[in-house]
């Protein structure tokens, strides 16, 4: 059974940076991928970025392409989202996600269903 802990939201003014952190423990070794999930009130969850932990290639949905970095670091069992030049629209509840399989289509990436584990998020709101 895998934890993850994300830590590093908080509130920011527009065209500022925040970095968020997610800790993973208990069984990492079953993990294929990582990645970020968010939802805004009044929306519906969203894909954000996804790292292959073996290979660290990544997958970034289009409006946080050139502003975001996912990595990860396997030793300390930990990703990062980098985020920079942050918009009021990326405010949101943001989630740390783990899949047990390793994919190659994009649709499989974006499906919320095929992450078995899911932290219990962190707040991002970017003040205008």
């Known amino acids: 059974q895998v934890q993850l802990v994300e830590s590093g939201g908080g509130l920011v003014q527009a065209g500022g940076s925040l970095r968020l952190s997610c800790a993973a423990s208990?069984?990492?070794?079953?993990?294929?991928?990582m990645g970020w999930f968010r939802q805004a009130p009044g929306k519906e969850r969203e894909f954000v970025a996804r790292?292959?932990?073996?290979?660290?290639?990544?997958y970034y949905t289009d409006s946080v392409k050139g502003r975001f970095a996912v990595s990860r670091d396997s030793a300390k069992n930990t990703m990062y989202l980098e985020m920079n030049s942050l918009k009021p629209e990326d405010t949101a509840v943001y989630y740390c996600v783990a899949d047990k399989i390793l994919r190659f289509r994009i649709s499989d990436y974006l499906d919320s269903g095929n992450y078995a584990y899911w932290g219990q998020g962190t707040q991002v709101t970017v003040s205008s």
């Open positions: 790292v292959t932990w073996k290979t660290g290639n990544t």
């Open positions: 208990g069984g990492t070794f079953s993990t294929a991928a």
